[in-house]
């Protein structure tokens, strides 16, 4: 794919939209009609960031996680989450070796690109909180010795519905660490035909090539941060998380992580639209899944059944857009 630069001469590798769709389209071959999620999740990971999944059982979350490994040419770990499980069957443990008088240390399965953490409310707390470090920090410390994970890195969490027996709810301090939450969804008619054509079988993810490498991952994740976002934006996002936190069915607003989340995806998707500057349609369009998962209701609003992404909609609503000028 053909090189850019940025707006002061500088190489970014492949051209990022090209990239972006060619991802997308690869996926789509394994996952029929599902782009827009496909789109989320990739945005998710060029800014660095994690996506939390709640949806019913079925609905091609894994093939999702194994497509997007596979078309950038990473590796794919997968931890399926049990009631029973340690915090060192996701992160690793150090074992001792008699023959070199040595603890030597055995990676668990987060040490990977594309990481599906599955079901992931169904284990405790103490083994839910493993997976903190890795998400924010990109590294895990076992016994005293930490040890980097290699980007790109992006945790693909699902979790049951609340109601679900066995099920432990996520911290606000997990959710809070989770880029977007998005929902899969059933197929349409359409796409399910065409599954059912193919028997439901793996041939399509086993065929599958890469369409970029990892390192280009890396390249275009370094190219979001130098993505311009104008002062009037920046004060966007400012009156946004304030409107949040004064608002009377949220008992719990923005936090400052969830306005720097909202201003990173914001510019991946910039970048991927072939801009290297965020216009507020960009916050405006990622907002609902960035941030609807951080907010927690006010008693009375949940009693009614106020939903949070509809909140979120009313502050895109209140909070006025600026005028800021398209830099030149």
Same mark, same amino acid.
């Given at each position: 794919m053909t090189e850019t630069t940025? !707006?002061?001469g500088r190489a970014t590798g492949v051209d990022p939209a090209a990239g972006f769709r060619a991802v997308v389209d690869n996926v789509g071959r394994v996952i029929h009609g599902k782009d827009h999620v496909t789109e989320l999740v990739l945005l998710a990971l060029l800014a660095g960031g994690h996506v939390l999944v709640e949806d019913v059982p079925g609905v091609g979350k894994t093939s999702l996680a194994k497509a997007l490994a596979a078309s950038i040419d990473g590796t794919f770990g997968r931890i399926q989450f049990t009631p029973d499980m340690l915090p060192s069957d996701v992160v690793g443990v150090s074992i001792y070796d008699r023959s070199t008088g040595r603890f030597e240390f055995r990676p668990g399965p987060v040490f990977a690109n594309i990481v599906l953490a599955d079901e992931i409310n169904r284990a405790s707390p103490k083994t839910q909180s493993a997976l903190l470090e890795s998400m924010a920090e990109g590294q895990v410390t076992v016994a005293g010795e930490t040890y980097p994970l290699e980007p790109p890195f992006l945790v693909l969490a699902t979790q049951n519905p609340a109601e679900h027996e066995g099920a432990y709810p996520l911290p606000d301090s997990q959710l809070d660490r989770f880029l977007l939450r998005v929902s899969v969804g059933y197929p349409s008619g359409e796409a399910e035909a065409r599954m059912l054509d193919s028997d439901g079988s793996d041939e399509a993810l086993a065929s599958l090539r %890469?369409?970029?490498s990892a390192a280009d991952v890396v390249t275009m994740a370094a190219a979001v941060r !130098?993505?311009?976002?104008?002062? %009037?934006l920046r004060g966007y996002l400012v009156d946004l998380a304030a409107a949040s936190r004064g608002h009377a069915r949220l008992a719990l607003g923005m936090s400052p992580r969830a306005t720097l989340s909202l201003q990173r995806v914001a510019q991946a998707r910039a970048l991927v639209?072939?801009?290297?500057?965020v216009v507020p349609d960009d916050i405006k369009a990622l907002a609902p899944p960035t941030l609807a998962h951080r907010l927690q209701l006010a008693s009375d609003a949940a009693i009614s059944g106020t939903s949070r992404t509809r909140v979120v909609h009313e502050l895109l609503e209140r909070v006025p857009v600026p005028n800021a000028r398209t830099p030149g």
């Open positions: 940025d !707006r002061q %890469p369409v970029l !130098r993505v311009h976002v104008a002062d %009037p639209s072939g801009r290297d500057y």
